[in-house]
């Protein structure tokens, strides 16, 4: 791919030398020791060009497919990725917690998994000869072409009389979020006649039984699978079911134990590598946390040493001579990696994992299928990242298994139903049988038999097909497949168990409901991606991360609950300061971030005599997370359609702030005491992180007590702020950025001090994002973001990194990348604030979006830019942002800057919108989302007219305002408002390029309708 950093050096920007003098600085400028970020970014006049330009969609082949993985099901429903090939991976939909990691292991390049069998092939004769090609690598030339939410995947080979393409994706509709929550993927599959003859094609699709897939080798059962001809369309219906009982009973035999590990060594067991020691463990180990459950006092235990060691622990062989193994297990949960294996002719064909807890489990195989057979137990810790240890205790032979926490069959996590469908009727099952032989040789075996079952342990995939049809030269034909789930056992139940009831019910729901579904979905991705006129490039990125939702990192709960880990599987409670950063849920799904204000910031994490909001669903305080739980119930309410979300909750965001202030404790606008934050440390006194995030929320609950008819409040909340923003400027102005007032003396690790931190004006984008305007004065704020990107912005991280390295890697070498802080004015503070010398998303895309607000543009993208070229294929997957844990929601900060762009402000309650587009005026379009509705913005400029589209695409949207910028040339204007032609009666206010139209009535714009204004300059 194209750098966008390129030499000789043509242009320095301006951002390097503005305002480097404002007067009066509270604290003198040192003299700026060696700092190896370099000032000059070496961006050329070509390299910002190419930043800005339109540009053609990315096609990626060849290797580059390796690591894709696009999230293809309902958001919040379980993960399930589209990768590269247009095979499915992953599958990580069965409520099996997976643990990606603190994110030492995060940034790598892999393909990701399959564990389950499914696929296409496509089926063509021609001339009397068949001929049959799967979907997948092997193809021929393969090209993906994916934006989220759809995949698009392109299959050619020459000489192969079809061309074929896959289109991949669940329903994703904006404001409707259960529809967007299916758990179902949709494949569209159409095959074109390339040859210059008259052919016939049908296609094949299989899909294994993959019901009880975690518990099947610990439980007594079956799979069954179905062909089910309904609604003329045919499904494989898989479920499971429990194995009849043997007739006749058998006494069980005694059972063995195999391993205690009370002995002073482990005896004949053979030891690898350091994790295991020379003797069994006693129970908790150094720095660990209390390990139970375990038997007697001795047990295997691998964080000897912490999690780092890595070794194998392997048993005699042994005749297996029972029906089952018995063991407790705890420890990590790395497939593969925190482990214990059966291994059979030095195969693995049992395994199982800790659940990322120190507490042991019984948990059983059953092996009856293998009785008489020579065996091994190998214990393997070969994960030195966090739960990289695996603990184990008590394994024992037996004809009975430890029933332990398994339950009943149909209350395990991996109890439910998994369904592919065709859309019309498919041939008849016997006749598959030929289709079958034409596909190569499978490690699974392909049946398609009506009505089957047989037992859990063994695997089998079920195959359908469409019924042939013939194709003249040129012509193409589509083929519609349906996989859905349904797997309602959650800890917390899923919420798409209140609508259905079996994955049948699922894909009749899709099916029954196309048109709508797919056709909005079409919409969206249309009105998004095709519409707009921002760079190709830039759409891509800032919409990736949306894809989040659709991850193992959030959840929707059966009570209605959206929950959220910070990333897949680690770091529970929806973290409040982690998601102080993630704007994408809320402009996108606003319901789901409303449960989440009220079920969680206030609800179960809210303490109503104090007012803290817990930040982790706790009672622990975060004074970031305490600050952002105030701005975004202010965000929440300006989503809201009418003011019913903020009159329920005001009591609540009004103690919360109560509780900001009492920190503040002599209401001067600065927090000074000990602030737990989004870093995992302490910050000690006055800093503008935290204090720009107060300054914000004082502002944010200045409005919400204007509009709850509050006067007294709002007037603290303004006096308050006055004196906060005052003595910030005053107190922690260097002459170019904000710093930390700090006794290092005192408090000598995880504080910046005289640092730039990137993330110092957290509040003030926020305050940009809400309409709340400056909370430093501008010309402050415009000069510290310049100082950010001078100092803490290096198109190549190498030379810094190797002088002062990272705790975690997200950006390599050779790669460009915003730092959290660096020290250019004072020696670098090696105790100083953690996660220094990390590159994360999260952050770069919060100071981006800043930047635009500011006019910082070409800055602002090459920052997004840097990580587009981060997460090309080529290196790692470009749907999977990650800091600690895959798919981290902190990246979900990229919506900030595409509403940036856009200029867009929006109040739902007092039916405003407004646009003010930072780039291209002249002629800008872009997606825009409301309370109820969403569409498209359309902006065209020239020097006497300015003409203003909102095309409404989806829902409904109620104004009663608008406003827009104009050119500085328009001091007087006419306007005309039109709704689909008809006048609507306005008046307005221009100010400082300011336009403000109020409408006489309320007009409701429905789904269809076009509102336009012109905006014509009056000569004076």
């Not at 706790?618 to 929440?636: F, H, M, T, V, W």
């Not at 300054?695 to 906060?724: H, P, T, V, Y």
Request: glycine share 8%.
């Amino acid at each position: 791919m194209r750098r966008f950093w390129i030499s000789p050096i043509v242009i320095v920007f301006v951002a390097c030398g503005f305002l480097t003098n404002i007067d009066n600085p509270a604290i003198a400028q040192e003299k700026q020791p060696k700092h190896l970020v370099p000032a000059d970014k070496n961006l050329s006049q070509d390299a910002v060009r190419l930043l800005f330009e339109r540009g053609r969609r990315e096609v990626y082949s060849g290797r580059e497919l390796e690591t894709i993985g696009m999230p293809v099901g309902g958001i919040a429903s379980g993960q399930l990725y589209l990768r590269g090939d247009g095979t499915l991976g992953l599958w990580q939909i069965f409520n099996k917690h997976v643990f990606t990691g603190y994110g030492l292991e995060c940034y790598r390049a892999y393909r990701p998994d399959s564990p389950v069998d499914s696929g296409f092939a496509v089926i063509v004769e021609q001339d009397g000869r068949t001929f049959a090609k799967t979907l997948n690598q092997d193809f021929g030339k393969v090209e993906f072409s994916g934006l989220y939410p759809i995949g698009n995947v392109r299959y050619r080979e020459d000489g192969f009389p079809v061309s074929v393409s896959l289109k991949a994706y669940s329903p994703f509709i904006p404001l409707n979020a259960k529809d967007s929550a299916l758990p179902a993927t949709i494949f569209n599959i159409s095959v074109e006649n390339v040859s210059t003859k008259k052919l016939s094609v049908s296609l094949l699709g299989w899909l294994e039984n993959a019901v009880l897939i975690d518990s099947a080798k610990a439980v007594h059962a079956l799979r069954r699978s179905r062909i089910v001809n309904e609604r003329q369309r045919t499904l494989i219906v898989h479920t499971a079911e429990k194995a009849p009982v043997p007739k006749g009973t058998v006494e069980p035999r005694p059972k063995i134990v195999m391993a205690d590990f009370e002995g002073s060594d482990y005896n004949n067991w053979k030891a690898t590598g350091r994790a295991f020691g020379k003797i069994p463990a006693n129970g908790t180990l150094a720095s660990q946390q209390e390990v139970s459950g375990f038997l007697g006092k001795g047990l295997v235990n691998t964080f000897l040493g912490g999690d780092k060691p890595q070794g194998t622990l392997t048993s005699p062989p042994f005749r297996i001579s029972r029906k089952f193994i018995n063991f407790l297990i705890g420890g990590g949960n790395h497939s593969g990696q925190t482990c214990i294996n059966l291994l059979i002719d030095n195969k693995v064909m049992r395994t199982a994992t800790g659940k990322s807890n120190e507490k042991l489990e019984w948990y059983f195989w059953n092996v009856e299928q293998f009785e008489g057979k020579t065996a091994k137990i190998q214990i393997v810790d070969k994960f030195s990242g966090g739960w990289g240890h695996i603990n184990i205790d008590q394994i024992e032979s037996s004809d009975e298994p430890h029933k332990g926490p398994m339950g009943p069959l149909d209350k395990l996590p991996d109890y439910g139903s998994l369904v592919l469908a065709l859309s019309n009727e498919a041939i008849q099952p016997q006749k598959v049988d030929k289709l079958i032989a034409s596909i190569p040789d499978r490690d699974v075996k392909l049946y398609s038999k009506e009505n089957t079952a047989w037992p859990v342990t063994e695997r089998q995939s079920t195959a359908l097909a469409a019924h042939t049809v013939e194709l003249a030269p040129g012509a193409t034909r589509t083929f519609t497949f349906v996989l859905s789930w349904f797997f309602p056992n959650h800890p917390n139940g899923r919420e798409y168990a209140n609508r259905f009831n079996s994955a049948a019910d699922v894909t009749h729901y899709v099916l029954d409901n196309y048109d709508r579904l797919a056709g909005n979905t079409a919409k969206w991705y249309k009105t998004y991606y095709e519409h707009s006129t921002l760079p190709q490039w830039l759409l891509f990125r800032l919409h990736s991360t949306v894809c989040n939702l659709a991850t193992g990192t959030c959840q929707w709960w059966k009570n209605g609950r959206f929950w959220a880990w910070e990333g897949v599987g680690c770091c529970a409670g929806t973290c409040t300061h982690v998601w102080n950063y993630s704007h994408a849920p809320a402009r996108l799904f606003p319901q789901l971030e409303r449960s989440a204000r009220e079920m969680q910031d206030f609800g179960e994490g809210f303490d109503s005599e104090s007012g803290l909001v817990g930040f982790r669903s706790n009672r622990a305080y975060a004074a970031d997370g305490q600050c952002g739980s105030i701005l975004k119930a202010y965000r929440e309410h300006q989503a809201s359609a009418d003011y019913s979300f903020l009159k329920r909750n005001w009591p609540s965001i009004k103690k919360a702030l109560e509780f900001s202030i009492q920190q503040d404790g002599n209401d001067d606008g600065l927090i000074e005491n000990s602030q737990h934050n989004t870093y995992d440390i302490n910050f000690e006194g006055p800093n503008t992180f935290v204090g720009s995030l107060y300054l914000a929320a004082l502002r944010a609950a200045e409005e919400m007590a204007k509009d709850m008819g509050n006067e007294q409040f709002a007037k603290r909340c303004r006096k308050i702020f006055e004196s906060g923003s005052r003595l910030t400027v005053e107190r922690l102005w260097d002459g170019e950025y904000f710093i930390q007032l700090v006794d290092l003396q005192k408090h000598p690790k995880y504080q910046y001090a005289k640092g730039c931190l990137s993330d110092q004006l957290f509040g003030q984008g926020w305050a940009h994002q809400l309409g709340l305007g400056y909370i430093y004065p501008p010309r402050y704020a415009k000069k510290a973001l310049q100082s950010v990107w001078k100092y803490n912005w290096a198109p190549d991280i190498g030379p810094y990194n190797a002088e002062h390295k990272p705790e975690r890697w997200f950006a390599r070498p050779g790669e460009a990348g915003l730092f959290t802080c660096t020290w250019p004015k004072s020696p670098y503070h090696k105790e100083g604030v953690r996660y220094k010398s990390e590159v994360w998303t999260g952050i770069e895309y919060q100071v981006a979006g800043h930047m635009v607000w500011e006019g910082m543009l070409d800055q602002a993208l090459a920052i997004c830019r840097g990580i587009h070229d981060r997460y090309h294929p080529a290196k790692h997957n470009p749907f999977n942002e990650v800091e600690c844990g895959d798919h981290y929601a902190r990246a979900m900060a990229s919506w900030g800057v595409y509403t940036a762009l856009a200029g867009y402000e929006y109040h739902g309650p007092k039916g405003h919108l407004g646009f003010a587009p930072k780039t291209t005026p002249e002629n800008f379009r872009a997606a825009f989302t409301a309370a109820e509705g969403w569409g498209l913005f359309s902006q065209k400029r020239d020097r006497k007219i300015q003409r203003e589209r909102i095309e409404l695409r989806w829902g409904k949207l109620n104004l009663k305002t608008l406003a827009f910028a104009v050119p500085e040339d328009f001091h007087k204007v006419k306007v005309v408002v039109m709704l689909d032609h008809q006048a609507v009666s306005s008046s307005h206010k221009l100010k400082d390029g300011r336009l403000e139209i109020k409408l006489a009535k309320g007009q409701l714009v429905n789904e269809d309708q076009t509102l336009e204004v012109a905006i014509h300059r009056k000569d004076k």
